[in-house]
């Protein structure tokens, strides 16, 4: 299969919703050659990252929009254009491999277009985009509802929070404290020849000039490093950890913060993880082992109590909730296309059920550090706000600390260059009794 065909395949499931790049990008990568892989990478991923952009400028040239049907196609037509104006491809190659990719959708009438459009762009496409630069989701290639949002919600901040959403991330780690420190593994790196510095805020965290293979980091294998963003990376440091104390992760895949609780804190009394599909608590069972550390996981719904739960209560509970991921765009590109405006009320509604049942689970004086990954107030500081305010007996813990912005609860961090993602934590105490 050819580089542009599988890119195009797995950017369609996408665009008609059936998955996201995450799940569909490694199956057709398993259908391409070695060599051609991270093309596949780059196409895919890139186009997501500029779709917003890369639409309305298709649109137009294009007499009507696309079916969901014909998902493929327009997918293989915006990565035909992010080659066009991103990439070093040679124009006529981006064209012809682009076409001649056609014919593995089986729809004959979609050369003609794809050619058609293409040419056109060509032709037209910088001075387009020039013509474009007033319209904001040109500009900042995010989804109007999305920049709006930002817009409103971060008047001084959203264009920066937009240009770094853009951007490559950083290829960031996590030293395992148990087996080294920061320091020393820097050490390792440069005897290596491995360009890297530490973090700004994480006394764990490397962040490595340029991204390699995870089997060129010294001892990986052995557990001596994970890849983890800064961002989360903060989480351990936040639960204030104590030998002997019973420590809840509640929807922990893919188990970062699971592994860095147990690094930071190696004599807890248990650990216990829990996440709603019991397949992703595979992946969480893979970093266990690699890092030789030990936790129980729990397949269930955090809501319902009786699926996992047995009665004793926590000293500390990790709520890494689901959320929009509106943080990490430059890692999931994808979201622009996938998330969508209604989303966030219902997710900030689930946000609030998992704190009213989790704080059951809590003992007294204990600590809940509630985290997402998104930039959006009404996911974070207002479900936090709404909760105290319901909540007799919780309390906002305060986070004294030089990175992110203090809301009104908690703490918002935007994504950095060459820095942290964007994230949220809030501390919340429960009163003893």
């Not at 592994?259 to 266990?288: F, S, Y």
Request: hydrophobic content about 45%; overall charge negative.
């Amino acid at each position: 299969m050819s580089a542009r065909l599988a890119s195009a395949q797995a950017l369609g499931a996408v665009i008609a919703g059936k998955a996201s790049l995450n799940g569909s990008l490694p199956v057709q990568l398993d259908r391409v050659v070695e060599q051609d892989r991270a093309l596949v990478q780059e196409l895919a991923l890139g186009t997501a990252r500029w779709f917003p952009q890369l639409e309305v400028l298709a649109n137009q040239w294009l007499e009507k929009p696309f079916r969901r049907a014909d998902s493929d196609v327009q997918a293989l037509l915006f990565i035909g254009l992010y080659q066009l104006l991103y990439m070093r491809i040679p124009e006529h190659a981006a064209i012809s491999e682009t076409v001649n990719a056609a014919a593995g959708l089986k729809k004959k009438w979609a050369k003609g277009l794809l050619n058609a459009v293409l040419r056109k762009a060509q032709a037209e496409g910088a001075e387009q985009l020039q013509q474009l630069q007033k319209d904001p989701v040109v500009v900042t290639a995010h989804p109007r509802w999305l920049q709006k949002q930002l817009k409103a919600v971060w008047p001084e901040h959203w264009l920066a929070i937009c240009e770094q959403a853009n951007q490559y991330p950083p290829f960031t780690l996590r030293v395992n404290q148990q087996r080294i420190n920061q320091a020393d593994y820097l050490a390792l790196l440069a005897e290596q020849g491995i360009a890297a510095k530490a973090t700004a805020y994480s006394d764990v965290g490397i962040t490595l000039d340029k991204p390699c293979s995870v089997y060129e980091l010294p001892h990986f294998a052995e557990g001596w490093v994970s890849v983890q963003d800064e961002a989360a990376q903060l989480s351990a440091g936040l639960l204030d950890l104590h030998a002997g104390q019973r420590v809840l992760d509640a929807c922990c895949a893919p188990g970062g913060k699971t592994c860095h609780i147990l690094e930071t804190e190696a004599n807890l009394q248990e650990l216990i993880a829990i996440d709603l599909e019991p397949h992703r608590l595979k992946r969480v069972a893979e970093n266990l082992e690699r890092l030789q550390l030990t936790a129980q996981l729990k397949a269930g719904d955090a809501r319902q109590l009786e699926q996992w739960w047995d009665g004793q209560l926590f000293d500390r509970i990790l709520l890494d909730a689901p959320c929009s991921a509106t943080g990490v765009i430059r890692r999931n590109p994808d979201i622009k296309i996938t998330r969508q405006a209604a989303d966030i009320p219902a997710l900030a509604t689930l946000q609030g059920e998992l704190l009213d049942v989790l704080w059951q689970t809590l003992k007294p004086g204990g600590v809940l550090l509630y985290a997402t990954c998104s930039i959006l107030p009404e996911e974070n500081t207002q479900v936090v706000e709404a909760f105290l305010a319901r909540t007799p007996g919780a309390e906002q813990w305060s986070i004294n600390a030089e990175f992110g912005l203090e809301q009104p609860a908690g703490r918002q961090l935007f994504p950095q260059a060459q820095g942290h993602d964007g994230f949220y934590y809030a501390r919340l105490v429960k009163a003893a009794e």
